[in-house]
């Protein structure tokens, strides 16, 4: 038996991505599952260009310092932020799907939802000013 | 608590749905172990370094340090690993065919192996680099 079986439930997307952005009747619960998955497509995009990227370092100190030169420009440090969002909101988000996922906090995954974003959002505000400032 | 929330989750549905292959468990476990490795990645990177990001000097020196090299070639087969088991999930969701998801599961392995093996000699070239 394949370990991965079309989606039956109706509080799981089912054919598209179309249904991850339709938020009529989703719980809070859903709409973060969707928003784990955007965050999980970004961040993978993300980790083959961050490779591509490294690659200057190959290219000696000229290559690697030029670059960094120009991750420093406001519109890089925009992208930064928005990185930012998606991995501290796929980190701490992750961390509650893992709990729920194996039984743990089942009754109280909404608390475990707001406490762990919480903590995210608190991250994010002070990664972005640090970015922004250092 | 809303009802769907107090039925099944989409997290505990994933779970059930994926864990007859243990791709689940693998999926969470590296996610949990990322959080640590990620967080030492970013906070050496990006936030104790002055001006943001290293310079090419400092990055060998870094790497250069055994431990480092460790965690990054860590971090490397972890973060590439849940990304593709990821990715492959999102793609079950599509409800795409056997063929389909057994194409996609090729053209996964090679693009994590890749990934994975690029990753790997950088971080061994860069070593060497730094002497």
């Keep these: ?134 | 608590m809303d009802s769907t929330m107090s039925r099944r989750s989409p997290e505990q549905m994933a779970a059930r749905r994926d864990r007859s292959g243990s791709v689940w468990l693998v999926q969470a476990f590296s996610g949990l172990i990322l959080v640590a490795l990620l967080g030492i990645h970013m906070i050496a990177h990006h936030y104790i370094v002055e001006g943001g990001l290293r310079d090419y000097q400092q990055v060998l020196d870094y790497v250069s340090n055994p431990i480092i090299f460790t965690l990054e070639v860590l971090f490397v087969i972890l973060g590439v690993t849940h990304s593709m088991l990821g990715v492959r999930s999102i793609i079950g969701d599509m409800r795409p065919s056997a063929g389909t998801l057994r194409v996609a599961n090729w053209v996964l392995i090679i693009a994590g192996a890749l990934a994975i093996g690029y990753g790997i000699y950088l971080a061994v070239a860069l070593q060497q680099l730094a002497g």
């Design chain 1, 1 to 134: 038996m394949p370990d991965i079986q079309p989606t039956t439930d109706k509080a799981r997307p089912k054919s598209s991505l179309k249904a991850w952005f339709h938020p009529r009747g989703r719980s809070i619960s859903t709409i973060a599952f969707a928003l784990n998955r955007l965050t999980a497509i970004g961040l993978t995009l993300y980790l083959f260009l961050h490779l591509v990227v490294l690659s200057q370092l190959l290219r000696g100190p000229e290559g690697w310092n030029s670059f960094v030169s120009i991750a420093k420009s406001p519109i890089f440090l925009t992208l930064d932020v928005i990185l930012l969002f998606g991995v501290v909101y796929h980190m701490f988000n992750g961390i509650r799907v893992a709990l729920v996922g194996m039984g743990v906090a089942n009754q109280r995954q909404k608390g475990l939802f707001y406490g762990l974003v919480g903590i995210a959002l608190i991250l994010f505000v002070v990664g972005a000013v640090l970015i922004y400032t250092k």
